[in-house]
């Protein structure tokens, strides 16, 4: 399988293309310094989120059982999946109950985590995404880019092209208007005709047993709304301890997230409509195991708000597929790790470590220390390149000792030889795009040694 | 007092004008400055490739050679930030806190240590400032564009003490520049194409010299400008605060 360094060369190789790309969601980045630098108190509000969030992780179980007692009450069904497996065994089961063969289902990232869709589709169930983003990338079989933005690496005449094959819009149809009518036509109908819909969960209040969806699209609840049956399915570090915490979140939300002081829709469920089933599935997939791993515990504060996505230099020049996993960017790169370390051990060295992710957090994870600590576990556990482990034990050995030093410098620049943008070798990486520095006649230390001592 | 100056291995290496000056401008500012001759890097080449287990000995040897200083300073904000956050010694822990304590990357020395308000330099040119990423975000030489906070620059205020230089504005302030250690190479498409708008950034906006407080950027910035065949160069911030020699061109 291809990591990232492969797949982003490919991506590369049409660079107005990454251009394109980069610029996108830069213009994403822009806006929501605008919207947060319009909030004076905007490095409190961060804090205080991540103070919330230290709360509930620091209590979790606690939180979780007030939840679930407090849905239970409200007529709610809870529902506990130890994983990816038992999330969606839980979720067929209850369509099969109900003897329901379609459903719609609202963008939710922890289902692309737990591969849904395709294991529903092998149970004979048809599944409709109804966001827009996710439509588009669910029509064109390929997974979404952004947590946030599912198909933001697709052009307006690419949709446009998905949108004739699949939807019946007039070839080289590209106005984003008409498109965006198209699918709404063929969605009001998938709407109507669906008897479950299945919804992601932003938070989950502990106070209330209540959960908050936020779209653009209102989607969420045209799904849940029309259906005899509405499924939730969330994270367990989606908590928040009370209702008035979401005065914190909500705020800080999409304008992380686009820019946006709110989206269009925050939808609040609390019990089930008279005749309609509610349920809830509470999922770990591996974030008990994170909480346990006390260096990046912290990633469970995430809200999924893609700002660090959309500041990363590198994930604007690599797109969202070059980290093959369902989230991206940086975020994903400290959260996969943990799901598979072998699978992922490229994410973490996908990064300059420059930083701006975790400036961006709303919830201040440290994820460029993340990234560097993933780097150390990596290696120690062995998924590393055996190669480069012998050439840092040539270079730690070098630079320990003075003397080795300035010979093997002396002797032509050592570290020209040693760095990893070598000299000399055409088939290096540093070469294929830039020169090498001149080499001095003299090192600073030679130079030191002949003027001042 | 006694300063330390530590250069790190690829500027004693590639970039020995830069260490030049940076000794120079701190002697005409009146610091009494050694050079520990046994120096050799700060480890982080290791380190940000996931091997800092085998950093030990380069650690040993940092505290050998500047426990004895009041201040260590480097004209490089990716090594200074290193030492800062990961100089650790099985032989002698209580140096290496104090030294984590007591390294300055030499602006940030300039500007908050000896509290530098006036300089003797001309550098008639425009000029494009590189945040580098961990100088900036790191050890927050300059306010930071994600942030909800007051504007400054340590690099910015010294380059205006200096007669004549014209700071360029730049379409993005503070984006990284892709050399990111062994990211240059392992991710050398993203790496690259990352340099190469860094620079398109300034030479769009007329820049004559891209400057920084860290040679590790200006390096990568430097291999993408010749490849470029352009006349737009590289040079340390030190060179200009010293009163570069107008020549240089």
Same mark, same amino acid.
């Given at each position: 399988?291809k990591? #990232?360094?492969q %797949?982003?060369?490919?991506?590369? /190789?049409? @660079?107005?293309?990454? =251009?394109?790309?980069? *610029?996108? &969601? ?67 089961s ?11 289902k ?27 983003g996710?439509l ?9 880019? #952004?947590?946030? %933005?599912?198909?933001?690496?697709? /052009?307006? @005449?690419?949709?446009? =092209?998905?949108?004739? *094959?699949? &939807? ?39 106070e ?14 045209m ?28 705020r ?8 946006q ?28 195991i994170? %909480? ?162 | 007092?006694?300063v ?44 940000n490739?996931?091997y ?9 040897l940092f505290v050998?050679n ?21 100089l ?38 425009r ?29 910015g ?34 790496s ?13 906006n ?10 590790s950027?200006?390096?990568h ?17 030190a ?11």
């Open positions: 399988m990591d #990232h360094a %797949l982003s060369e490919v991506f590369n /190789k049409d @660079e107005q293309r990454v =251009d394109w790309h980069d *610029e996108t &969601l830069w213009f994403v980045r822009q806006k929501r310094d605008k919207a947060s630098h319009q909030i004076p108190d905007w490095e409190e509000l961060r804090e205080a989120a991540s103070q919330i969030k230290h709360n509930v992780l620091s209590n979790l179980s606690n939180y979780l059982e007030q939840f679930e007692q407090q849905a239970i009450n409200n007529g709610i069904r809870v529902h506990w999946a130890a994983d990816a497996k038992e999330h969606n065994h839980i979720v067929h209850i369509l099969k109950r109900h003897g329901i063969s379609q459903m719609v609202s963008k939710s990232m922890l289902t692309e985590e737990c591969h849904l869709n395709h294991y529903l589709e092998e149970q004979g169930i048809n599944v409709v995404d109804s966001d827009l996710e588009i990338v669910q029509l064109a079989k390929e997974p979404p880019s #952004h947590i946030v %933005l599912p198909c933001i690496h697709k /052009k307006k @005449e690419e949709i446009g =092209d998905i949108f004739h *094959e699949f &939807l019946g819009s007039a070839k080289g149809e590209a106005d984003p208007q008409v498109l965006t009518e198209t699918a709404r036509i063929h969605l009001r109908n998938t709407f109507l005709s669906r008897r479950a819909a299945l919804t992601g969960v932003n938070f989950a209040v502990a209330t047993g209540e959960f908050v969806v936020c779209t653009n699209e209102g989607n969420a609840d799904g849940a709304h029309l259906s005899d049956v509405h499924i939730a399915s969330m994270g367990i570090e989606k908590l928040i301890p009370k209702r008035k915490d979401l005065g914190v979140f909500l800080l939300l999409t304008r992380s997230a686009t820019g002081p709110i989206t269009t829709y925050s939808s609040h469920f609390k019990r089930p409509r008279p005749g309609q089933e509610m349920h809830i599935v509470l999922v770990d997939n591996g974030r008990s994170q %909480l346990g791993r006390e260096d990046f515990r912290n990633s469970l504060k995430c809200i999924r708000c893609g700002a660090c996505m959309n500041t990363c230099p590198v994930y604007r020049r690599s797109g969202g597929h070059s980290y093959h996993t369902a989230v991206a960017g940086p975020i994903g790169s400290i959260l996969a790790p943990n799901l598979d370390m072998k699978q992922y051990a490229d994410l973490p060295f996908a990064s300059t470590l420059c930083g701006s992710c975790s400036n961006v957090c709303p919830v201040k994870i440290d994820i460029h220390e993340q990234l560097y600590k993933w780097r150390q576990v990596i290696i120690k556990e062995g998924y590393g390149d055996k190669k480069k482990a012998a050439a840092m034990q040539a270079m730690a050995y070098t630079l320990s000792s003075p003397k080795i030093y300035r010979i093997a410098g002396k002797a032509g620049r050592w570290v020209m030889k040693h760095t990893p943008f070598a000299v000399g070798n055409p088939l290096n990486p540093w070469y294929k795009q830039r020169d090498m520095p001149d080499a001095p006649k003299e090192s600073f230390g030679e130079w030191y040694r002949k003027n001042r001592e | 007092m006694r330390g100056l530590f250069i790190p291995c690829y500027v004693d290496q590639f970039y020995p004008n830069a260490a030049i000056a940076t000794l120079e401008l701190l002697e005409k500012l009146g610091v009494t400055v050694g050079y520990p001759a046994q120096q050799t890097c700060c480890g982080q080449p290791m380190a490739s996931g800092e287990h085998l950093t030990g000995g380069c650690n040993d050998d500047f426990a004895e200083f009041d201040y260590v300073v480097s004209p490089s904000g990716s090594c200074a930030l290193h030492i800062k956050e990961h650790h010694s099985h032989n002698n822990e209580e140096a290496a806190t104090g030294i984590r304590k007591k390294i300055y990357e030499l602006t940030e020395f300039l500007t908050d240590v000896l509290k530098v308000e006036k300089l003797d330099a001309k550098f008639p040119h000029v494009g400032l590189h945040q580098s990423c961990h100088g900036q975000r790191g050890l927050k030489l300059a306010q930071m564009t994600e942030l909800t906070a007051s504007p400054f620059s340590k690099p205020s010294l380059l205006g003490m200096v007669e004549g230089v014209e700071l360029v504005p730049l379409n993005r302030a503070d984006e990284c520049c892709g050399f990111g250690g062994t990211f240059c190479v392992a991710e050398e498409a993203v690259a194409k990352m340099g190469k708008d860094r620079v398109a950034d300034h030479i769009q007329g820049a004559e010299y891209i400057t920084a407080a860290d040679l950027c200006l390096m910035m430097e291999g993408i400008l010749k490849r470029q065949k352009s006349g737009v160069k590289v040079i340390h911030i060179e200009i605060l010293n009163g570069v020699k107008e020549t240089v061109a």
